[in-house]
């Protein structure tokens, strides 16, 4: 009884530490996917926010100013969008054109890369290199080198072509980004929607954390509000929860299910733990009426079951988490579980492990079970040693 015990507390446990680390590595690893491709926070013209087509933005240094002193700024870096087709002579595909300069962080897209190079952007002569997703070069059949012709419509006015060099190919796995987002120098996107070198869709800004996106954005957009300069007029900061809202509420929603699988595991712990106790209990009727024969108080009769309990869930707990750190190294080292990037947005399943949340979830579990064990351990008081030492 005491082994189904042990095993009943180490599955709980490692079902416990798993669920979470999936969870919060699922979390994780989307959100940084999304902030690879859109930042942290953007500052955008209030008249254009969601839209491809905005009203463009007029870079200002002063403008730059306010978003570098806004407290927990770490980088930014001016783009630009336009909507657009690719045809080839195989298939047609919407996509967005988002042109950067030199000022771009790279190091999302350098570890998406799957073939070829990222595209130059910001030098002093520009180049027509773009970077395509895999799941874009598949459905055009394009590959590194290849020439693509682009068209752009806009309202009004003659449709304008555009032709560009593959440079390079990036994989990330979220589909509805990978499907549309093509990358480029930002003066071709300027070129293309009749800009001025100064005009831009706005400003993508990188965070230390983002955690504190929601809160960056709103100091921003309030600094950006009560300045009375012509700069900063019609400018507002939202962050990337707010312009994506469907994926991040999605995300949210897991919360639910980690809290679900926490409480029915913590809850078949218990029962496990209760029945094991009980039968302790029992098979010691005969001692424990012994021990009060022989004057011992009930609460420290009811001690002695309870270390024992507690020793039985310390072993659960440390083999528990043997298992939990191993699946978790296996599968962070060899990624053994594979998912389909086209439901769930990632190649393979990810996890997250810290150690605060681990040691919480084990001290968590360990004086939930402990503190409700002192239900069946009441049922030393009701042993009457009488009829206990009578019992063989």
Same mark, same amino acid.
């Given at each position: 009884?005491?082994?189904?015990?042990?095993?009943s507390?180490?599955?709980?446990v490692?079902?416990?530490?798993?669920?979470l680390?999936?969870?919060?590595?699922?979390?994780?690893?989307?959100?940084?996917?999304?902030t690879?491709?859109?930042?942290h926070?953007?500052?955008?013209? *209030?008249?254009?926010?969601?839209?491809?087509?905005?009203?463009?933005?007029?870079?200002?240094?002063?403008?730059?100013?306010?978003?570098?002193?806004?407290?927990?700024?770490r980088?930014?870096?001016?783009?630009?969008?336009?909507?657009?087709?690719?045809?080839?002579?195989?298939?047609?595909e919407g996509?967005?054109?988002?042109?950067?300069?030199?000022s771009?962080? /790279?190091?999302?897209?350098?570890?998406?890369?799957?073939?070829?190079?990222?595209?130059?952007?910001?030098?002093s002569?520009?180049?027509?290199?773009?970077?395509?997703?895999?799941?874009?070069a598949?459905? =055009?059949?394009?590959?590194?080198?290849?020439?693509?012709?682009?068209?752009?419509?806009?309202?009004?006015?003659?449709?304008?072509?555009?032709?560009?060099?593959?440079?390079?190919?990036?994989?990330?796995?979220?589909?509805?980004?990978?499907?549309?987002?093509?990358?480029?120098?930002?003066?071709?996107v300027q070129? =293309?929607?009749?800009?001025?070198?100064?005009?831009?869709?706005?400003?993508?800004?990188?965070?230390?954390?983002?955690?504190?996106?929601?809160?960056?954005?709103?100091?921003l957009?309030?600094?950006?509000?009560?300045?009375?300069?012509?700069?900063?007029?019609?400018?507002?900061?939202?962050? *990337?929860?707010?312009?994506?809202?469907n994926?991040?509420? /999605?995300?949210?929603?897991?919360?639910?299910?980690?809290?679900?699988?926490?409480?029915?595991?913590?809850?078949?712990?218990?029962?496990?733990?209760?029945?094991?106790?009980?039968?302790? *209990?029992?098979?010691?009727?005969?001692?424990?009426?012994?021990?009060?024969?022989?004057?011992m108080?009930?609460?420290r009769?009811?001690?002695?079951?309870?270390?024992?309990?507690?020793?039985?869930?310390?072993?659960?707990?440390?083999?528990?988490?043997?298992?939990?750190?191993?699946?978790?190294?296996l599968?962070?080292?060899?990624? =053994?579980?594979?998912?389909?990037?086209?439901?769930?947005? =990632?190649?393979?399943?990810?996890?997250?492990?810290s150690?605060?949340? /681990?040691?919480?979830?084990?001290?968590?579990?360990?004086?939930?079970?402990?503190?409700l064990?002192? *239900?069946?351990?009441?049922?030393?008081?009701?042993?009457?040693?009488?009829?206990?030492i009578?019992?063989?």
């Amino acid at each position: 009884m005491e082994r189904i015990a042990v095993v009943s507390v180490a599955l709980g446990v490692a079902v416990m530490i798993l669920a979470l680390a999936v969870i919060l590595g699922f979390k994780r690893e989307v959100a940084a996917k999304m902030t690879g491709f859109a930042g942290h926070v953007a500052v955008t013209d *209030v008249r254009g926010v969601g839209t491809l087509d905005a009203e463009p933005v007029v870079r200002s240094a002063h403008v730059e100013e306010l978003i570098r002193t806004t407290e927990g700024f770490r980088a930014m870096a001016p783009y630009a969008l336009r909507g657009g087709i690719v045809r080839t002579a195989d298939a047609v595909e919407g996509i967005v054109l988002k042109g950067v300069d030199g000022s771009f962080d /790279w190091r999302f897209f350098r570890e998406w890369l799957t073939e070829g190079e990222l595209p130059r952007v910001g030098d002093s002569v520009r180049t027509k290199d773009a970077l395509l997703s895999r799941t874009l070069a598949d459905r =055009l059949r394009l590959g590194v080198g290849d020439r693509v012709e682009m068209l752009f419509v806009e309202p009004g006015e003659l449709p304008r072509r555009d032709r560009f060099k593959v440079s390079g190919i990036y994989a990330s796995g979220l589909e509805d980004m990978d499907g549309a987002v093509v990358l480029t120098d930002l003066r071709n996107v300027q070129r =293309l929607a009749e800009w001025t070198p100064e005009k831009v869709s706005g400003y993508e800004i990188l965070l230390d954390d983002l955690a504190g996106a929601d809160a960056f954005a709103a100091r921003l957009s309030d600094v950006l509000l009560y300045d009375e300069s012509d700069d900063t007029r019609n400018l507002v900061a939202t962050s *990337v929860m707010e312009r994506y809202p469907n994926i991040f509420d /999605w995300l949210r929603a897991h919360d639910v299910n980690g809290a679900v699988i926490v409480v029915i595991m913590l809850v078949v712990a218990f029962f496990n733990m209760a029945s094991a106790l009980m039968i302790l *209990v029992l098979e010691r009727t005969r001692m424990i009426g012994l021990l009060k024969a022989m004057g011992m108080e009930n609460r420290r009769i009811r001690r002695i079951f309870l270390y024992r309990a507690a020793f039985i869930v310390g072993r659960g707990l440390l083999w528990g988490n043997l298992a939990a750190g191993l699946l978790c190294w296996l599968q962070a080292r060899f990624h =053994l579980l594979r998912l389909d990037p086209a439901g769930y947005m =990632l190649s393979e399943v990810p996890v997250a492990v810290s150690a605060g949340w /681990w040691l919480a979830v084990d001290v968590a579990a360990a004086g939930a079970i402990l503190a409700l064990l002192l *239900v069946p351990a009441a049922f030393v008081a009701r042993i009457r040693p009488d009829e206990a030492i009578k019992t063989d």
